[in-house]
């Protein structure tokens, strides 16, 4: 497991990017990960605005076996369609961030998972237990065990 920050935030040092650079940052993340792992693939969960990210690694990386999108911000639906069954997305109840009825529609259409968690709002406080649970489940799903 690796979790980082972008460069400028919180502890992190220098000048924090936007777009493609980040998308950059979270390659060299990634590569980290897959050889301090030395695995082929890894899976990549992406918290509230770094689903356009964690998009974009998708896109430009063939190491990313499955993509976990956690109350996803800043994308439009539609594009997770071609996503895959390695899709999960989790969103509070009281997330009305993406349109739920479109949002679903579209994790369908990829054959992913949307997981709706009952009570929560956007940033699942209170939530954060069961979110761990059902990224849990999804993982091993991933695994095969």
């Known amino acids: 497991t690796l979790r980082f920050n972008y460069r400028g935030v919180a502890g992190s040092q220098g000048t924090r990017g936007t777009g493609e650079a980040l998308v950059d940052?979270?390659?060299g993340a990634l590569s980290v990960v897959l050889e301090n792992a030395q695995a082929p693939t890894a899976a990549v969960a992406a918290l509230h605005g770094?689903?356009?990210v964690a998009l974009g690694l998708r896109a430009r990386h063939s190491g990313v076996a499955g993509l976990c999108l956690v109350s996803p911000r800043d994308i439009a639906p539609r594009e997770l369609t071609?996503?895959?069954h390695e899709l999960l997305v989790v969103?509070?109840?009281q997330?009305?961030?993406l349109p739920r009825g479109e949002l679903a529609r579209a994790v369908a259409a990829a054959?992913?998972?949307l997981e709706?968690?009952?009570g929560a709002g956007a940033h699942l406080h209170h939530a954060l237990p069961w979110v761990g649970k059902i990224v849990r489940a999804w993982l091993k799903r991933l695994s095969g065990t």
């Open 25 to 27: 940052e979270a390659l």
């Open 111 to 113: 054959g992913g998972t």
């Open 50 to 52: 770094s689903a356009r």
């Open 116 to 118: 709706v968690v009952e």
């Open 95 to 97: 997330d009305d961030a």
């Open 82 to 84: 071609s996503l895959g």
């Open 91 to 93: 969103v509070g109840e």
